[in-house]
Structures are given as C-alpha cells and as structure tokens.
C-alpha cells in the first residue's frame, strides 16, 4: 500500500491550494480517509477527513469554511482544497486512510495507512 500526495507549495495569504492523494494497493472508497498537518515544532493534527462509502465529512475548528475534502473513486485519489490561506496554515499535510469510526476519526490511531508529506507554506 502507498498513498502519494502531492500539491504543496508556497502561497500568499487569502490564496488557495489543493492537495492530492493517490493511493495504490488500497481502494479509498473502502476507507475513511484523512489530511493531518504538522506545523515546525508542534504535534500533528487533524484537518478533514470523509467516513467511507460517500459517508459524513468533518473538520478542525481552524479550517471549517475554508478547507473542503473531497474523493474521486474512479481516480482512487482525495483532495483536499485549501481557500483563504492563513500563515498559521503553513505545515506539512498527510494524507491517510483507515477504518476510523466516530470517535477515533480525528485521532492518528484510527488511520493505519499514511502518505509522506506535502509541505504547504503561506507567507504574510
């Protein structure tokens, strides 16, 4: 299994990105999917994440509104469209996949496949 993501870069604040995750060896139609990001010095946290089977989607506080993720079953790919770009968004972005339920579905633990990172920077 190896989930590829892509789509990072440098943006100015107010603008948009959008992240890319293609899987291989795994169907994400199956699984809940997930973006964390991790800022320089501080822990990983949950972004977004959409149950399996065209099921809820959730989001952190500090993205709502602004952060939409989204599947693409026939391209076996997420997404994740980042708008209004904050400099407190600068991080690096995982994608993951995992049979996370209601309550494990912004914890690490609830995702057993996981992408390298994409580095998103937003500059003031």
């Known amino acids: 299994v190896q989930l590829q993501a892509s789509g990072g870069g440098l943006v100015q604040a107010g603008g948009s990105l959008s992240l890319s995750c293609a899987a291989s060896g795994l169907t994400f139609s199956s699984y809940t999917v997930g973006w964390f990001r991790q800022a320089p010095g501080k822990e990983r946290e949950f972004v977004a994440a959409?149950?399996?089977?065209?099921?809820?989607?959730y989001y952190s506080d500090s993205v709502r509104g602004r952060f939409t993720i989204s599947r693409d079953s026939a391209k076996n790919t997420v997404y994740l469209q980042m708008n209004s770009l904050k400099p407190e968004d600068t991080a690096d972005y995982y994608c993951?996949?995992?049979?996370?339920?209601?309550?494990?579905?912004?914890?690490?633990?609830?995702?057993?496949?996981w992408g390298q990172g994409t580095l998103v920077t937003v500059s003031s």
């Open positions: 993951a996949a995992g049979r996370a339920i209601v309550s494990t579905i912004s914890r690490e633990l609830g995702y057993k496949y």
């Open positions: 959409h149950r399996s089977n065209g099921g809820r989607l």
